[in-house]
């Protein structure tokens, strides 16, 4: 059975660090489409990062130099590396994962919530 | 960047009701378009992805349709669960991005 369950989340100042985790079984995450969306409270998804199963990585505009995407195939865990955080940052951070891009996000996880206030 | 614009943002139906929800990307994206159902508190669920095809498990009362620049989810004939938010999302190019979402509620 296919889960991912995050981590990592709680309360930061605005600038600081955080890292999140994506805990994956029922299939290994050096072969998938692994993905980061958010939600910030009472709003709509956001898409944040993907990796590739060739390790190419692509992020979304608001994120892009301050978050990293990564992967520890021993752990088979997703991670998201955020720095710089702002109050925007504030949300809902869900991984996910895609058997093919165009096949949209088929497994989500429950989600941990970021919260960037001083 | 593509923008994806959902209409309506939120609809009344009752139970039973047909009920359609558009989308409209900035430019064409063929048949990129994937939707998906989030009900409060809970992680979206994908319900059609390549615009028409039906995810394994989704109720056929659900359909997807359109390709270039507009897409349509349709809800046949609406059910006491099907009362939650959708949202639109391109996978054509990145940053993928989602529509604003349309909140379906009960009249």
């Known amino acids: 059975e296919v889960q991912l369950v995050e981590s990592g989340g709680g309360l930061i100042q605005p600038g600081g660090s955080l890292r999140l985790s994506c805990a994956a079984s029922?299939?290994?995450?050096?072969?998938?489409?692994m993905s980061w969306v958010r939600q910030a409270p009472g709003k709509g998804l956001e898409w944040v990062s993907i990796?590739?199963?060739?390790?190419?990585?692509y992020y979304g505009d608001s994120v892009k130099g301050r978050f990293t995407i990564f992967r520890d195939s021993s752990l088979n865990t997703l991670y998201l590396q955020m720095n710089s955080l702002r109050g925007e940052d504030t949300a809902v951070y869900y991984c996910?994962?895609?058997?093919?891009?165009?096949?949209?996000?088929?497994?989500w996880g429950q989600g941990t919530l970021v919260t960037v206030s001083s | 960047d593509i923008q994806m614009t959902q209409s309506p943002s939120s609809v009344s139906a009752s139970v039973g009701d047909r009920v359609a929800i558009t989308c409209r990307a900035s430019?064409?994206?063929?048949?990129?378009v994937a939707w998906y159902q989030q009900k409060p508190g809970k992680a979206p669920k994908v319900l059609i992805y390549?615009?028409?095809s039906l995810q394994s498990g989704v109720p056929s009362r659900f359909s997807g349709s359109g390709s270039g620049t507009d897409f349509t989810l349709t809800i046949s004939t609406l059910q006491p669960e099907d009362f939650a938010t959708y949202y639109c999302?391109?996978?054509?190019?990145?940053?993928?991005?989602f529509g604003g979402g349309t909140k379906v509620e009960i009249k």
């Open positions: 996910a994962r895609c058997i093919t891009i165009g096949g949209g996000f088929r497994y």
């Open positions: 029922g299939f290994n995450v050096t072969s998938n489409y």
């Open positions: 990796i590739y199963s060739d390790g190419s990585t």
């Open positions: 430019q064409g994206i063929g048949i990129w």
């Open positions: 390549a615009a028409s």
């Open positions: 999302q391109q996978t054509n190019s990145f940053p993928l991005t």
